[in-house]
């Protein structure tokens, strides 16, 4: 069976609802839409339809201090109070930190009540102040690693404070212009795009419309949206170096803070390296997920591309699919 073949009898079989793409270096292997966009009215999938991506967006946020560390206007060894007023803790917290999720600030809850300080011009200041910077830390920075949104929404806030820009303007201006990502941009509440997926969650195993929430409140953690072929230019603009330079590139591609025997966390990417039939794989990754999302970039070896965008938050048919197709990357191209 032609491998094509093999990975669409895979999303058919699992009743997979989104996109998958696999590419070869600059060669497109794979590419097709399985399900529905809006699934009421059964309107199929149409190329290049805007999908959330969830917290891929950190790969973005990362680049984006990094385009900033380049321009010599901050440091990676930057403690956060340089940027940040009235930061609580007694314990240096550095960008480094925040960007390689070893600050030990832990996560927000995202289910809480925000409207009054999304109704205001400093959201970000204000949730820092009185959400962010009300918990203590979990463990001394840089000692371990904990995933944590609240670290990315710091970034957010410092990107603008650093650029005098929106976060929004500054991916657009640096990173979505110059690699014609014309179809991404940040999720407006009011958001309304004939080519955006309908929005999808799980509840007591069956499909439901989305939680609607704003994803200001997700910021630089998971507030974007993209395309396939957006998020396959970005990929391989960053192995080409074409955004940031290769030192920094490597850093961001690096394990930072190390979370199993075989990977860890470098600055927006997990990076893992395992071994399958005696050979030995690179996979830089980041998962996605929330309210109408599912979703996944990955680089294996930085030669193949695999990215899957779900318009359903259904962890368990999203990843059994994953890594059936992953498998079939690994052990047959």
């Known amino acids: 069976m032609h491998i094509g073949s093999k990975i669409k009898e895979i999303c058919i079989s699992n009743d997979y609802n989104g996109a998958v793409f696999v590419a070869d270096r600059e060669k497109t292997l794979f590419h097709e839409y399985f399900g529905y966009k809006n699934i009421e009215n059964k309107k199929p999938f149409e190329i290049n339809n805007k999908f959330r991506i969830g917290s891929i967006t950190k790969q973005f946020t ?67 102040r009185h959400v962010i910077f009300k918990n203590e830390l979990h463990f001394k920075p840089g000692s371990q690693f904990e995933y944590s949104s609240s670290g990315y929404l710091l970034l957010t806030y410092i990107i603008e404070k650093i650029s005098g820009m929106t976060y929004e303007e500054f991916l657009k201006k640096h990173i979505f212009k110059p690699l014609q990502m014309n179809q991404s941009g940040f999720c407006h509440h009011e958001h309304f795009d004939p080519a955006f997926v309908s929005l999808y969650d799980m509840k007591d195993e069956k499909i439901v419309e989305a939680q609607k929430i704003d994803m200001k409140i997700a910021s630089g953690g998971g507030g974007l949206y993209s395309t396939i072929s957006d998020l396959y230019a970005w990929q391989k603009a960053l192995l080409n170096y074409q955004i940031l330079n290769k030192e920094l590139t490597e850093q961001m591609m690096s394990i930072q803070t190390p979370i199993t025997k075989t990977g860890g966390y470098g600055y927006g990417f997990i990076i893992d390296h395992i071994i399958e039939n005696d050979q030995p794989y690179e996979m830089i990754y980041h998962p996605g997920n929330g309210p109408g999302v599912f979703a996944q970039n990955t680089m294996i070896n930085r030669k193949y591309h695999l990215i899957m965008l779900s318009n359903i938050n259904d962890k368990t048919r999203f990843r059994k699919t994953y890594n059936e197709v992953l498998d079939i990357i690994i052990n047959e191209f």
């Open 62 to 128: 990362a680049c984006a201090i990094l385009l900033l560390v380049q321009k010599r206007l901050c440091k990676l060894s930057d403690a956060i109070d340089k940027y940040i007023d009235d930061v609580p803790y007694t314990k240096t917290i550095t960008i480094h930190h925040l960007l390689s999720n070893s600050s030990g600030i832990p996560n927000f809850p995202f289910d809480q009540n925000y409207d009054d300080f999304l109704k205001k011009s400093n959201f970000h200041e204000l949730m820092i």
